[in-house]
């Protein structure tokens, strides 16, 4: 059995769907709620047959009562990087996963779980996925999201120097900027190629964030543009690789610009471009990356041998397969 929090989410799912496939006992902590017609989330695991959904508010008397899980993949988070309620935050992607850390340490099961890009701020510092705290401590995030995914990754880092009990198996994630199917109830922050797919289809231009920058053109600000497909391969090796253990960044390991993947849009759709600039909202004025690109010597060290998806076959995958289909969930 595996348990799944976020299970229903946008990456937890397309997990869900792999574990499946390999014939898994799959059990997702997650909660449904409504949404819009034919964008529910449910839909995102409506094809897998799954053991069942646990609600979270009864997760801990689950993990007394129940026989252990060979492993928690622990996705579960609010991933808004515009909310501003801090003690939701915190009590959600920081104090539960601290919580799971102990809980795994102490029963010997395995920890997969989410960390983000977003705890490297403007990327000053780079993008080496260094888990001493010397390092850790340098950092930046620029919103309350990324805080909490940094403030935990500080703390295990600390338990470990000090010699803290440890799971068995534990890896920390830094997802990138993903893609792909099942994103579908994000709203805002669904990826860019979802929402530019829909300005696309309604006629409209594609419209981009002007660059407040004087050395970098409109449109050429610069992400780590990932597969869904690329961070659920990372988990399964894991899986598959019990020894090792570790904060990794998930990435491709090249940024490509916004206008790579708008025009990788128009090219999956067979349209020309028409992509028009707008100003950034106030929202996330300095609270915006303008460079990001994952540092993968690590996940590599450590036996990882998976080629990333490239960009323009990624978007037209995920455009083609999914977004233009009738029934477009995984």
Same mark, same amino acid.
């Given at each position: 059995?595996?348990?799944v929090?976020?299970?229903?989410?946008?990456?937890?799912s397309?997990?869900?769907?792999?574990l499946?496939?390999r014939g898994?006992?799959v059990?997702?902590?997650?909660?449904?709620?409504?949404?819009? +017609? !034919?964008?529910?989330?449910?839909?995102?695991?409506?094809?897998?047959?799954?053991?069942?959904i646990?609600?979270?508010e009864?997760?801990?008397?689950?993990?007394?009562e129940s +026989?252990? +899980?060979?492993?928690?993949?622990?996705?579960?988070?609010?991933?808004d990087?515009?909310?501003?309620? !801090?003690?939701?935050?915190?009590?959600?992607n920081?104090?539960?996963?601290?919580?799971?850390w102990?809980?795994?340490?102490?029963n010997?099961v395995?920890?997969?779980f989410?960390? =983000?890009?977003?705890?490297y701020?403007?990327?000053?510092h780079?993008?080496?996925?260094?888990?001493?705290?010397?390092?850790?401590?340098?950092?930046?995030?620029?919103?309350l999201?990324g805080?909490?995914?940094?403030?935990?990754?500080?703390?295990?880092a600390?338990?470990?120097?000090?010699?803290?009990?440890?799971?068995?198996?534990?890896?920390?994630?830094?997802?990138?900027?993903?893609?792909?199917?099942?994103?579908?109830?994000?709203? $805002?922050m669904?990826?860019v190629?979802l929402?530019?797919?829909?300005?696309i289809?309604?006629?409209?231009p594609a419209?981009?964030f002007r =660059?407040?920058?004087?050395?970098i053109a409109? !449109?050429e600000?610069?992400?780590?543009?990932v597969?869904?497909?690329d961070c659920? =391969?990372?988990?399964?090796?894991l899986?598959d690789?019990?020894?090792a253990?570790?904060?990794?960044n998930?990435?491709?390991g090249?940024? $490509?610009?916004f206008?790579?993947?708008?025009?990788?849009?128009?090219?999956?759709?067979?349209?020309?471009p028409?992509?028009?600039?707008?100003e950034?909202?106030?929202?996330?004025?300095?609270?915006?990356?303008?460079?990001t690109?994952a540092?993968m010597?690590?996940?590599r060290?450590?036996g990882?041998e998976?080629?990333?998806?490239?960009?323009?076959?990624?978007?037209r995958?995920?455009?083609?397969?999914?977004l233009?289909?009738?029934?477009p969930y995984r």
């Open positions: 059995m595996y348990l929090t976020g299970g229903a989410g946008f990456i937890g397309n997990l869900v769907a792999a499946c496939e898994a006992e059990l997702i902590c997650d909660r449904l709620r409504a949404g819009d +017609p !034919g964008r529910e989330k449910w839909r995102n695991i409506a094809h897998h047959n799954i053991a069942g646990l609600p979270p009864r997760l801990w008397s689950y993990l007394a +026989p252990k +899980p060979e492993a928690i993949f622990h996705l579960g988070a609010i991933s990087t515009t909310v501003t309620d !801090g003690d939701l935050v915190a009590e959600n920081l104090s539960l996963t601290l919580q799971l102990s809980w795994c340490a102490e010997g395995r920890l997969i989410a960390s =983000s890009a977003a705890t701020g403007d990327g000053g780079g993008f080496e996925d260094d888990a001493t705290p010397d390092f850790l401590a340098r950092l930046r995030p620029l919103n999201y805080w909490s995914k940094h403030a935990t990754d500080r703390r295990i600390d338990l470990l120097a000090r010699g803290g009990a440890a799971p068995p198996q534990w890896a920390a994630l830094k997802f990138f900027n993903v893609y792909g199917p099942n994103e579908f109830h994000k709203g $805002r669904a990826s190629v929402h530019k797919f829909r300005q289809m309604t006629g409209s419209t981009l =660059s407040d920058r004087d050395n409109d !449109g600000q610069l992400r780590d543009f597969h869904v497909d659920v =391969s990372v988990m399964l090796w899986l690789t019990p020894a253990s570790g904060l990794f998930v990435g491709t090249t940024a $490509r610009s206008l790579d993947l708008t025009r990788a849009i128009y090219a999956a759709l067979d349209k020309a028409d992509i028009a600039f707008i950034m909202p106030a929202d996330l004025q300095g609270k915006y990356q303008y460079f690109q540092r010597d690590r996940l060290g450590a990882y998976g080629q990333p998806t490239p960009l323009e076959e990624g978007v995958r995920y455009v083609q397969d999914f233009l289909q009738p029934d």
